[in-house]
């Protein structure tokens, strides 16, 4: 969950999910549609789909127990090398170095590297040059054998990297003055702290307009299920929708629908899209849609709603 996802967001929904999910075995057998309820909310949906993977292979082929090896952690879904090597490290003592963000900021700094720090080339360099600090250290800086004092210096020498990207190297206005290791650091004796690491720049935002409408039957919405195959939240419950550049009452008329009272406008983002959300109430001329149902208004706690959709259904609360 904190993949992504501030701590303090993601805190209430790990404890609800905990509540629901105690153990590998209750996240493996629980069904999707259950799964995306307790995450919804969260994003990034295809964390929680790898999750109850993960669960299911470690119940399947691993006889349910956690391996303490970093190479079985990458191979479980939705886990990378930085998560499998936390873990590793961290809860087993296995020497591999961790490279997250702040991880990566240290390392530029330390090393005064002028490369792309979102560059794949330059993140495993900096890992590598991480991995040989960790190697060092275990062996005393002297290229030994590691002894039984220094036998669990793994996780702490990860943590503490970590840590000091958090707290003293960070993004802005570092700490130097603070810093235990700056005596050490290229970047601070050749002045270019500042300006490190180098980020290239980002995509730019697209920006959309989208029209959607509230179509209502006693007490019943018109929603349909996002396919399998949807690049965004399949498997998620949506109100009918269609980009709308102009105000366009015919925007949903392939449907069968009308647009009728303007409700409310709000903004919503995902990654690089950024959109503009226009709600309607909508009349329906003619038989229901082709992949859309009529569901009751007592199910939507029951199922996974689109982030658009929930924010849009709080309209007509509000109405």
């Not at 002045?191 to 980020?199: H, I």
């Not at 399949?234 to 709308?244: I, K, M, S, T």
Request: hydrophobic share 40%; proline share 6%; glycine share 6%.
């Amino acid at each position: 969950m904190l993949q992504q996802t501030r701590a303090a967001a993601a805190v209430p929904y790990y404890e609800r999910f905990l509540r629901r999910f105690p153990d590998l075995n209750s996240l493996a057998q629980s069904s999707e549609t259950e799964l995306l309820r307790y995450w919804s909310g969260l994003g990034y949906y295809s964390r929680a789909r790898n999750l109850r993977r993960a669960a299911r292979y470690i119940v399947s082929r691993m006889g349910g127990a956690f391996s303490s090896r970093y190479a079985d952690w990458k191979e479980l879904p939705g886990v990378g090398p930085y998560t499998a090597a936390a873990v590793a490290s961290i809860a087993f003592g296995e020497p591999v170095a961790v490279l997250d963000g702040n991880v990566a900021r240290v390392l530029a700094r330390m090393t005064n590297h002028s490369g792309d720090i979102r560059s794949a080339r330059v993140r495993e360099a900096l890992r590598r040059r991480a991995q040989a600090w960790l190697e060092a250290t275990r062996s005393g800086g002297k290229g030994g054998s590691h002894t039984p004092e220094t036998a669990n210096t793994a996780g702490n020498f990860n943590q503490a990297l970590m840590e000091l990207g958090a707290t003293i190297c960070v993004a802005q206005n570092p700490r130097c003055s603070l810093c235990p290791v700056a005596a050490h650091c290229q970047a601070l004796l050749l002045g270019t702290q500042n300006g490190l690491p180098v980020r290239l720049e980002s995509r730019r935002p697209v920006r959309l307009r989208i029209a959607v409408a509230v179509v209502e039957r006693g007490r019943k919405l018109l929603l349909r299920q996002r396919p399998p195959h949807s690049s965004q939240m399949p498997g998620f419950w949506e109100l009918p929708q269609a980009e709308n550049e102009q105000p366009d009452p015919d925007c949903l008329a392939s449907l069968g629908l009308t647009l009728k009272e303007r409700l409310r406008e709000f903004r919503h983002s995902i990654t690089y899209h950024n959109y503009t959300i226009t709600v309607f109430r909508a009349a329906l001329r003619g038989p229901t849609p082709q992949g859309f149902r009529w569901r009751a208004v007592e199910e939507l706690p029951e199922i996974p709603l689109t982030t658009i959709t929930k924010k849009a259904l709080k309209t007509i609360a509000a109405v």
